[in-house]
């Protein structure tokens, strides 16, 4: 899979908030082969402690994490951005399999090969468990987020 070259290295500022944004999309449709093509087969994840190497491992994984990450939706944020690699902060929501709502907050280090496939990713994420009222990710699930101008990554 080759991606057009607007989405390939070296990165513009723009190039970078459309590719964070294309990841964001494909990761809220929840589907591990969907967003496994995003990645090269040789690529290689730190995702927390887990070591995750290749397509079909990022594919076992995301259909494991969203076995249990029920109602997921995720927000990214481009944070900087340099020739070949990207850099994101995001926050997620999901309910797990006992109904406790949880935000996890992180940030992500991405390297992409000359076709523009992520070849390296590095995610460190902490959780905070949230009350159902707190929860404030709402758009219809496996959708894209809307754009909301005023709807920005808080910290807490």
Known sequence: MSLPPALCPPFTHEMAIAKVRAAEDAWNSRDPARVSLAYSEDSVWRNRGEFIRGREQI?????????TERDYRLMKDLWAFEDDRIAVRFQYEFRDPHDQWWRSYGNELWEFDVEGLMRRREASINDFAIRE??????????????????????VA
């Open 59 to 67: 594919r076992e994984f995301l259909t494991r994490k969203w076995e």
């Open 133 to 154: 009222v707190d929860h404030k990710f709402h758009w219809p699930l496996g959708d894209p987020r809307p754009v909301d101008p005023d709807f920005v990554l808080s």
